[in-house]
């Protein structure tokens, strides 16, 4: 078993920005990767960015590349989602996911990962 806990989210004003957080615990050694998703309000849940443990590699989503960056610490075993340039479409509960193979991770559904966190709202204000 793998517990995520995530925080970092908030309340921000569009232009603004936030770093998430996602502290992962338990079985961690079989973690392949890590993901980031979120949900807003009537909308189904849609890929923000991924990343491979192991070697750091990460993808985007279009509609967020340029503006987040998704990193982790071997360390702490956390992952951060620094989000810039805030807009209210951001506005979502975000969580973050973890996959224990490559086949779960590469599924941007997300339908396939191992465990999630409880999940963070975010809300941009215009």
């Known amino acids: 078993q793998v517990q995520l806990v995530e925080s970092g989210g908030g309340l921000v004003q569009a232009g603004g920005s936030l770093r998430l957080s996602c502290a992962a615990s338990g079985r961690t050694f079989s973690n392949y990767g890590m993901g980031w998703f979120r949900q807003a309000p009537g909308k189904e849940r849609e890929f923000v960015a991924r990343i491979i443990w192991s070697t750091g590699s990460a993808l985007y989503a279009d509609s967020v590349k340029g503006r987040v960056t998704i990193s982790r610490d071997k360390s702490k075993n956390t992952v951060y989602l620094q989000m810039n340039s805030l807009k209210p479409e951001d506005t979502a509960v975000y969580y973050c996911?973890?996959?224990?193979?490559?086949?779960?991770?590469?599924?941007?559904?997300?339908?396939?990962?191992?465990?999630w966190g409880q999940g963070t709202q975010v809300t941009v204000s215009s």
């Open positions: 996911a973890s996959a224990a193979s490559a086949a779960h991770y590469y599924d941007l559904s997300g339908t396939k990962y191992d465990y």
